[in-house]
């Protein structure tokens, strides 16, 4: 019997390692949407608070990918004025996500560990660039993610079911207004 016991603990070893090495493969974004949609699911709150949850969720997600692609661009951007702008997004988003992970944590919301299988990805695929080329892709990136955070943020100032995420929206989406203008202007010394 207890030899049985011991093959059959042998046999599923494999299995419980499998088990937990698919559990840190999951993507971390779609994991902070999954527990808070959960959490909000078991509370019987509404479709507009889980849509709140989501926003805070995708714009910490895309605060992480700006901060990362510019530190990248801090060390190997070929153009001043490419390191520079990406020093005043540093900057601005460092604030932007330290607000967002403050409201995040009152409202009791799960984020992102890491950067999504799509953001990653395109970290790697700037990373692997260099001298002008690397200048171009990060203008492009950082425009991109400035772009659809905006956007959101904007809808958000208006259509958040919280007040504190609407307040919140409406005090981010100056900078992030600013910081497009700047990523635009970049684009502009960079391609004459």
């Not at 059959?8 to 808070?36: H, I, M, R, T, V």
């Not at 395109?122 to 659809?148: I, P, R, S, W």
């Amino acid at each position: 019997m207890l030899v049985s016991c011991r093959l059959y603990a042998l046999l599923l070893l494999p299995w419980l390692a499998a088990c937990s090495g698919a559990e840190s493969n999951k993507d971390p974004l779609f994991e902070a949407k999954f527990q808070n949609e959960k959490r909000i699911g078991e509370a019987a709150v509404t479709k507009r608070q889980i849509r709140d949850a989501e926003f805070v969720v995708e714009t910490v997600s895309r605060k992480m990918e700006l901060l990362e692609i510019s530190q990248i661009a801090q060390r190997k951007a070929a153009s001043a004025d490419t390191r520079y702008t990406a020093q005043n997004v540093i900057a601005q988003t460092t604030t932007l996500l330290t607000e967002l992970k403050t409201l995040a944590q009152q409202k009791t919301l799960t984020l992102p560990t890491g950067l999504g299988e799509t953001q990653a990805r395109q970290v790697g695929e700037l990373t692997a660039l260099n001298g002008a080329a690397f200048d171009q892709k990060y203008v492009e990136l950082t425009a991109n993610v400035l772009d659809a955070d905006e956007d959101a943020t904007d809808d958000m100032t208006e259509d958040a079911y919280d007040a504190d995420i609407r307040t919140m929206a409406t005090r981010q989406l100056t900078t992030l207004k600013s910081l497009n203008q700047a990523t635009d202007a970049l684009h502009d010394k960079l391609n004459p």
